[in-house]
């Protein structure tokens, strides 16, 4: 089983930037969808960066501009670069990995907190 391990969140001020990291534990071929997901209080969790098979991405209109997701396949590891951050961008964090569309596997999730 594939296991995703995320790096820590934290607390940055408004107009920062932070970089959240998420580890598979073995490589994993081709993946058909990879994302980061994020759900603040009271809110629906929603996808806010994603790489489909092909490495087609697409972003949340809110952090489009801001965000980027990336990938190191030599490292299993794919990233979150949030740049410009705004305090309605806090929430937890989460990444995912769907090697087929039956199967998919989260990371542990972590708080992101943007405020002065």
């Known amino acids: 089983q594939v296991q995703l391990v995320q790096s820590e969140g934290g607390l940055v001020q408004p107009g920062g930037s932070l970089r959240l990291s998420c580890v598979a534990s073995?490589?994993?071929?081709?993946?058909?969808?990879m994302a980061w997901y994020r759900q603040a209080p009271g809110k629906q969790r929603e996808v806010v960066a994603s790489i489909s098979k092909g490495r087609s991405t697409s972003y949340l209109a809110s952090v489009e501009g801001r965000f980027a997701i990336s990938t190191d396949v030599a490292t299993n590891t794919m990233y979150l670069q949030m740049n410009d951050l705004k305090p309605e961008d806090t929430a937890n964090y989460s990444c995912?990995?769907?090697?087929?569309?039956?199967?998919?596997?989260w990371g542990q999730g972590t708080q992101v907190t943007v405020s002065s």
């Open positions: 073995e490589s994993i071929f081709s993946p058909v969808f």
């Open positions: 995912n990995v769907r090697p087929t569309w039956d199967n998919s596997y």
